[in-house]
C-alpha cells in the first residue's frame, strides 16, 4: 500500500523550453482549406508550486496506488501502450511485449515475456490475435531483427502479427509491411465481423527512404480476415488530406501523415490527430474513411497526438505532445495552454458535423525541469451521465479530469511519482494511463506496470460497466442516460 505523503515546497527554476523531439517545420505552402482555426483561450489559473522528492509518490486522497510489477530483462527498454481482454493486459515495450494475468489487479503475474524489437510496439488485441507496431526501421520482419537504416530498399517496418490463443506460447504468424511503418494503430471491426481492419498511422517521409516517400498524406489500411489472419493485407491508402495539410510553423509542426486515430465503431465516427490538423472522418465504409471536418490550432498546438471521444459522441479531446515527450513542459514558462489537452465539442449531423473549439486542459501542478511532462495517452472512464478520463502526462504522473463542462474543465484525482533525478533531465515517467474493468492500469516508460484504485462518488458508477475487451483507441460505447 502507498501512503499519501505531503509533498515537498520547492523553489520552482524557470528556464527555456526544451524543443527536443520537435519535427522541424515544413517551408512549402498548403492551398488554402475549410480547416478551422482555434481562438486564444482566456489564461488559466497559475500552477501549483508543489514538486515531490526523487521517486515521492505523491497523490490526492481519492487514488491510490495497489500494485507494481517492475521491468526485467530482456524487455528493459522502454514501455510503450496497453490493450486489454478478460483477465489479461498486455502491455508494449520496445524490445517485445509483456502479457499480465491481472485477475487479482492487486497481484498481477506475468503469463508470457515476448521478446521482438521494434519501438513503438504499439498494440492492440482481438479474439486470438495480436497486433505489434513497428516504427523503426529493420533489417527484416522477424524478432531477431537489428536496426538497418530506411534509406535501404531491404529494410522492413510495419505490422506484425500474433497468435495468442494460449497465453502463455504466443505464436508470430504473419508480417504486412507498411509505407513509412507503423508508428501506431487503431483496430476497427468489420461491420460483417468476418475480418478486422488496422488503421496505421506514420508520418515523417523523406525522399531517400524508398518505402517512405513524401508528401504522404495518407493512412494505410490492413484488413485481417479473422478466418484466415495469414492472408492479412494492406487494401487500400487513402489520402486524407488531398490539398496539402497544416505547412507548418515556428510552432507547430507539418503535417505529413498521421500520429494517432481513434475510432468510436458505434457511431461510424473517427478523429485523427495528425501532426499539424485534427481531423473528425466517417468511417461507416470501413475501406474508405472520409474526412468530414478539420481543426487547426495555430497559436498553441505543437504536435496533435491522439484523440479521445465523449460517450455522446458530441465532444473530442486532441492532446498535443509540445517536446515529442522528452521536454520539461509543465512549468510556469510553458504555461497552460500549451502542451495541454484541447476540448471540441461536435455539433450537426452527417457531413455537416464540425468541431468547435471550447477550452483547453493541463494538469493544475508544475514539474520540476528535470521532468519530461507532457499530454499523453488516457482514456475514458465508463461514468453515467459524466464525461470523466484518466490521462498519463509522462513524469507528471496520473490525472483524473471532468469535462462534463467543456469550457470548465477540473481535476478530480492526481497520482504521481517524483522526478528520476533532481539534477539532470532523466526520461520516464507514464505513457499510457487506462481505466479497465475498476482500476487504472498504467505503464511506466521506467518503472513496469502500476495499478491503480479510485475512489470518488463522482465515478461509482463506472465499475457497473465491464469489458470483455478493450482497444483504448477503439473506443467502446457504455450505457449512458
Known sequence: MIRLHKP?????????????G????????????????????APAPALTNTIPGVDEIVSSPNLRQIANVPKVAPLDATNSDIAFQGKYAFAGNYNGFVIYDISRPSAPTVKARVLCPGSQNDISVHG??????????????????TTQGADVKGSWEGIKVFD????????YIKSVETACGSHTHTLVPGKDRKAVYLYVSSYSPRAEFPDCQPPHDSISIVKVPLKKPTDAAVIAAPNLFPD???????TGSATTGCHDITVYPAKDLAAGACMGDGILLDIKNREAPRVINRVRDEVNFAFWHSATFNNAGTKVIFTDELGGGGAATCNETVGPNRGADAIYDISGRGNARKMTFRSYYKIPRANADTENCVAHNGSLIPVIGKDIMVQAWYQGGISVWDFTDSAKPKEIAFWERGPLSADRPVGGGTWSAYYYNGHIYSNDMVKGLDVLELNDWRTWTAKLTRYQELNVQTQPSYLGW
Open 128 to 145: 486470438d490475435l495480436l497486433f505489434l507496431s513497428t516504427d523503426s526501421s529493420r533489417s527484416d520482419d522477424s524478432c531477431n531483427s
Open 8 to 20: 515537498r515546497l520547492r523553489q520552482l527554476r524557470v528556464v527555456a523550453v526544451a524543443t527536443t
Open 244 to 250: 496539402g495539410g497544416f505547412p507548418g510553423s515556428e
Open 164 to 171: 495468442i490463443k494460449d497465453k502463455a506460447n504466443p505464436r
Open 22 to 41: 520537435l519535427l522541424v517545420a515544413s517551408a512549402l505552402v498548403a492551398p488554402e482549406s475549410n480547416a478551422q482555426t482555434v481562438p486564444q483561450a
